[in-house]
C-alpha cells in the first residue's frame, strides 16, 4: 500500500500536523511529492500538498487519496520545512504561511509552454561594495561558495559610494560566480520596478524574474514555476518573494529590511527578514540586510554575532556624505521666528542657495493639504456648520467637511466669529503651493500619494516629496531640505526615531557629493539624538542605543514578545489554557471600546518556548472552539492595533 501524508489546507492549530491517505492504484503515476491534492476532510472535499510517500502508515484504516489537481511538485521536501519553521517562528499554522507563500494555481500557466531562460550575463568588476570594510571580502566568500551573513548601511549621498542597487548587483553576481541563485526582496513594488531595469542592463532581461502579490495571479504563479523548477537563477521581488523555492540558493538580500512594508499584514504577520534568516540558515544560503539605514532588529543580529558588518565608520562616512545640518540655536538667535514658523528664513536661504546648482528636494511626512483645520485665532478645531464633522482643505484655501463633504461658502468660527482659518500639518500638495508662490517662476512638483514622479530633470526645481515616494535626480539634489522632523518623530509609535533617520537616511542619500555642493538641512530639534546621528553620520550609535533602550524596557528584538489582542473574555480563556509558568504575562489590559490586550515575554533563549506555548494554548482554543474574536501576533513590530 502506498500512502501519502497530506498537508491538508485546514489553518486550524490543532489540526496542523500532516494526515495520511491511502493511494490509490489509479493516482499511483501522478500522486507525487509536492503534488496538489483534494481529500476528504472532516466530511468536506479539502485541498492539500502531498508532504511525503511511505509504504506504510500506524493508523490501521486509512481514506483515500481523492484525486491529483495537479501533479506539478510545488510543494517539495524543503519547501514544506521553510514553511514550516517561519510558522513555528511566529507560532502560527502551516496554511496560514502556506497561503502566503504559494500563489493560487493558474492552469493554463501551469500548462503553457514555458519560456527559454538564457544564463545570466556576467556583471563589470565590483566597484562599489570594495570601497567598505570588509566588502571585498564578503564578495569573495559568497564567489566561493561560502555563506556570510553581513549588513550593509550604504553611504547617505547620490553616486558610487552610496549606490545601493549597485552593491546589491555585485553581491547578486558573486553568488551567480558561485554557481548558486541569488533573491533580492523589495520592501515595495515601487521600489522593485525602479530596480528591475538596473537588473535587466546588467544581467539580460530574459535571466531575471520578478515576483510580486500585486503582479497578478497569472504572473505570479509563471514566476513561482520558474523558481521551483529551476529555470530563473535571479529573483526579484516584494515580501511574497521571500519564499521563493530557488534551486541552489546562494544569497539572500532584503533591501531596507526597516521598512514596514516588509511586514505581511496577514496572520501571523511574517517579516521579510525573518523569513530570510530563517532561509540563510535552513539553506545554508549568504545574507546581505541593505539599506542607508538600519534596524534595531539588524542591529540586534549584529551585536549577537550573527551578522558581520561592512558599514563605513561615522568618519568615513562624513567625508563621502552630503553634509547634514539642523536649524540650531545659533539660527533662531539670528533669525526670532525660527522657532515658531514652519519654514524659518534659513530654510528660504537654503532654497534660494542650492536652486542656483539645480534640483532641491523637500521631503515633508504626509500627502495632501492638511490633516484638519483650525481657527486662526482661538485654534479650536473647525466644525463643519450642517453635521460638525471636520473641515478639510482639499483645494488651496477652500474649506469643506470630511464626512458630508459641504463647503460653505463663508465658514465663521463659533467662539470668536472670525473666518480665518490654519492648517494644523500642511502636507506636500499645500507645501509645493506655498512655495511656488514663495520662488515664482521656480517650478515646483508635488510627489506624492497617486502623483508620485519617477524621475525629474536635472534642472533648478522644488520637489515636494512624502517619504518613499521621492524621485531620484540624473545627477543627484543639489540640496535636500527635511521639513516638520519634529512632527515625525512625535509620532505615537515606539519606533518613531528609528523610522524617523530610515526616512532621513532615504532623502539624504539622493544628495549629491560634497564635491559637487549638495548639503542637508533638517528643519526641527536640533538636540534631538536623531537628528545629532544624521548630523554626525553616526546611526548606528543611535540605533545601539535605541536597542538599549527597547532592552530596558523589555521589548522587541531584545525580548521575545507574544501580543494577544481580542475580545475580553477570548483573551482571558486564552491565557487560561496554559499556566505561562517561566514567562511573564502582562495584562490583559482594556485598550479599546470592547478589545483587550495583553503581553506575554521571554528572554531571547527562552524564545522558542514561548512560541510552543503560545501555539499550544491556540492549539486548545481551537479544539474546544472557544468563541470570541482572538489574534496572535508573534514579534509585533508595535504595540498598536493593526
Known amino acids: 500500500m502506498s500512502v501519502a501524508r497530506v498537508a491538508v489546507d485546514v489553518p486550524l492549530a490543532h489540526l496542523d500536523r500532516l494526515f495520511d491517505y491511502e493511494v490509490p492504484e489509479a493516482l499511483a503515476g501522478v500522486a507525487v511529492v509536492g503534488a496538489r491534492v483534494q481529500v476528504r476532510f472532516s466530511g468536506q472535499q479539502q485541498r492539500g500538498w502531498i508532504v511525503e510517500l511511505a509504504d506504510a502508515s500506524e493508523h490501521p484504516e486509512l481514506a483515500r487519496l481523492g484525486k491529483v489537481i495537479s501533479p506539478e511538485p510545488i510543494v517539495t521536501p524543503r519547501v514544506y520545512e521553510m514553511i514550516r519553521a517561519v510558522a513555528d517562528h511566529y507560532a502560527g499554522t502551516w496554511p496560514d504561511v502556506a497561503r502566503l507563500a504559494i500563489p493560487p494555481r493558474h492552469a493554463s500557466t501551469e500548462k503553457a509552454p514555458q519560456r527559454e531562460w538564457p544564463e545570466p550575463r556576467p556583471a563589470p568588476a565590483p566597484s562599489v561594495l570594495p ?75 530574459g535571466a531575471v524574474g520578478s515576483l510580486a502579490f500585486e503582479a497578478g495571479q497569472s504572473a505570479r504563479y509563471r514566476a513561482y514555476l520558474a523558481a521551483s523548477r529551476g529555470q530563473a537563477r535571479i529573483m526579484l521581488g516584494t515580501r511574497a518573494a521571500s519564499f521563493a523555492p530557488l534551486r541552489d540558493l546562494g544569497l539572500i538580500v532584503v533591501v531596507d529590511d526597516g521598512n514596514d512594508a516588509h511586514s505581511d499584514p496577514r496572520t501571523p504577520h511574517p517579516h521579510s527578514r525573518t523569513v530570510a534568516v530563517l532561509r540563510a540558515a535552513h539553506e545554508s544560503a549568504a545574507l546581505l540586510l541593505a539599506g542607508h539605514g538600519r534596524s534595531t532588529d539588524a542591529q540586534a543580529l549584529l551585536e549577537r554575532g550573527w551578522l558581520g558588518d561592512i558599514s563605513l565608520r561615522p568618519d568615513d562616512a562624513r567625508r563621502v556624505s552630503a553634509p547634514v545640518r539642523a536649524v540650531g540655536e545659533l539660527d533662531r538667535e539670528r533669525d526670532p521666528t525660527a522657532a515658531r514658523l514652519r519654514i524659518p528664513s534659513v530654510a528660504f536661504r537654503f532654497l534660494r542657495d542650492h536652486l542656483a546648482q539645480g534640483p532641491v528636494l523637500v521631503q515633508v511626512p504626509r500627502v495632501g493639504h492638511s490633516a484638519s483645520l483650525r481657527c486662526a485665532r482661538c485654534r479650536n478645531a473647525a466644525r463643519c456648520p450642517k453635521c460638525s464633522g471636520p473641515m478639510r482643505a482639499r483645494r488651496r484655501d477652500q474649506p469643506e467637511c470630511a464626512l458630508c463633504g459641504f463647503a460653505p461658502a463663508r465658514w465663521s468660527c463659533p467662539h470668536c466669529h472670525t473666518s480665518e482659518l490654519s492648517t494644523t500639518l500642511p502636507g506636500a500638495a499645500r507645501t509645493a503651493e506655498e512655495l511656488a508662490r514663495a520662488f515664482p517662476g521656480v517650478l515646483a512638483v508635488n510627489s506624492s500619494a497617486d502623483r508620485i514622479r519617477d524621475e525629474v530633470p536635472d534642472q533648478p526645481s522644488i520637489v515636494v516629496a512624502t517619504p518613499g515616494a521621492e524621485p531620484p535626480a540624473p545627477s543627484g539634489y543639489a540640496g535636500v531640505l527635511i521639513l516638520d522632523a519634529d512632527i515625525t518623530l512625535a509620532r505615537a509609535d515606539l519606533r518613531a526615531g528609528e523610522e524617523a533617520v530610515r526616512r532621513w537616511s532615504a532623502a539624504a542619500a539622493l544628495a549629491r557629493a560634497p564635491r559637487d555642493g549638495g548639503s542637508v538641512l533638517i528643519v526641527g530639534e536640533s538636540t534631538h539624538p536623531a537628528v545629532q546621528a544624521m548630523v554626525r553620520a553616526d546611526l548606528a550609535g543611535y540605533i545601539e542605543r535605541e536597542l538599549a533602550d527597547r532592552a530596558s524596557a523589555g521589548l522587541t528584538p531584545a525580548v521575545k514578545l507574544a501580543r494577544i489582542v481580542g475580545d475580553g473574555d477570548a483573551v482571558r480563556e486564552f491565557l487560561d489554557n496554559d499556566d505561562w509558568a517561566g514567562i511573564e504575562l502582562l495584562g490583559p489590559t482594556e485598550v479599546g471600546p470592547e478589545r483587550w490586550a495583553a503581553l506575554l515575554r521571554a528572554p531571547l533563549e527562552g524564545a522558542r518556548e514561548l512560541t510552543r506555548r503560545v501555539k499550544h494554548a491556540a492549539a486548545i482554543r481551537s479544539a474546544r472552539k472557544e468563541r470570541g474574536l482572538l489574534s496572535i501576533t508573534v514579534d509585533p513590530e508595535t504595540l498598536e492595533d493593526r
Open 131 to 205: 570601497g567598505y570594510p570588509a566588502g571585498s571580502s564578503f564578495l569573495d566568500a559568497v564567489a566561493g561558495g561560502r555563506s556570510p551573513r553581513a549588513l550593509w548601511q550604504a553611504a547617505a549621498v547620490a553616486g558610487e559610494a552610496g549606490d545601493l542597487l549597485g552593491g546589491v548587483v555585485e553581491a547578486v553576481d558573486a553568488a551567480l560566480r558561485s554557481g548558486r541563485s541569488a533573491l533580492v526582496v523589495f520592501p515595495t513594488v515601487r521600489e522593485l520596478q525602479r530596480a528591475t531595469p538596473r537588473f535587466h542592463e546588467v544581467f539580460g532581461a
